[in-house]
T-cell receptor, first 112, second 111 residues
Framework: NAGVTQTPKFQVLKTGQSMTLQCAQD?????MYWYRQDPGMGLRLIYY???????DKGEVPNGYNVSRLNKREFSLRLESAAPSQTSVYFC???????????FGQGTRLTVV | AQSVTQLGSHVSVSEGALVLLRCNYS??????LFWYVQYPNQGLQLLLK??????LVKGINGFEAEFKKSETSFHLTKPSAHMSDAAEYFC?????????FGTGTSLTVIP
């Protein structure tokens, strides 16, 4: 009963470096999401994927790319990290109906 | 566009007192509604959800919420606060397969 697994849990990057955040779910959900959480701003959607092979931009997609590798996995890539991307990142998955988001434990990313 | 408003970013209650966390939403279609709880350095966990049927929804840890369509509200309540309830609470709506979250309410429980 792993649910949603995110790696890594912590990461420090220098400005301009790249990295990929990994997310996998074992609940056979069609929908997957990437959010960032910043103090006082709640969760903001970066990208989501309604099904394998499809991705769509959310509220704050600039500076990020995603890949829905298969039904289980949805990765988030920062091509050139900036200090403004310092945040906690959460991956979530959900069935279509009825929907219910299941979250990973988060990745705490610091860009210096 | 959908939006979720949580009134009060910080709420303090005494142990044993009523907990009331407010949530209002805007939605062009009947939404699915959720409350999630987040403990420090953890992910979000589902407290309760409204999908269809009874408008009073009971969740884990003694929490409940009532969907009031006329008021576009989904307030969270618990009759008696416990120290372990101290956490961040998020209201969310889902329409067209997208989740929209409020900015959160931090609950402090005073002994």
């Amino acid at each position: 009963n792993a649910g949603v697994t995110q790696t890594p849990k912590f990461q420090v990057l220098k400005t301009g470096q790249s990295m990929t955040l990994q997310c996998a779910q074992d609940m056979n959900h069609n929908s997957m999401y990437w959010y960032r959480q910043d103090p006082g701003m709640g969760l903001r959607l970066i990208y989501y994927s309604a099904s394998e092979g499809t991705t769509d931009k959310g509220e704050v997609p600039n500076g990020y790319n995603v890949s829905r590798l298969n039904k289980r996995e949805f990765s988030l890539r920062l091509e050139s990290a900036a200090p403004s991307q310092t945040s906690v990142y959460f991956c979530a998955s959900s069935a279509l109906s009825p929907p219910e988001a299941f979250f990973g434990q988060g990745t705490r990313l610091t860009v210096v | 566009a959908q939006s979720v408003t949580q009134l009060g970013s910080h709420v303090s209650v005494s142990e044993g007192a009523l907990v009331l966390l407010r949530c209002n939403y805007s939605s062009s279609v009947p939404p699915y509604l959720f409350w999630y709880v987040q403990y420090p350095n953890q992910g979000l966990q589902l407290l309760l959800k409204y999908t269809t049927g009874a408008t009073l929804v009971k969740g884990i840890n003694g929490f409940e919420a009532e969907f009031k369509k006329s008021e576009t509200s989904f307030h969270l309540t618990k009759p008696s606060a416990h120290m372990s309830d101290a956490a961040e609470y998020f209201c969310a709506v889902n329409t067209f397969n997208q989740f929209y979250f409020g900015t959160g309410t931090s609950l402090t429980v005073i002994p």
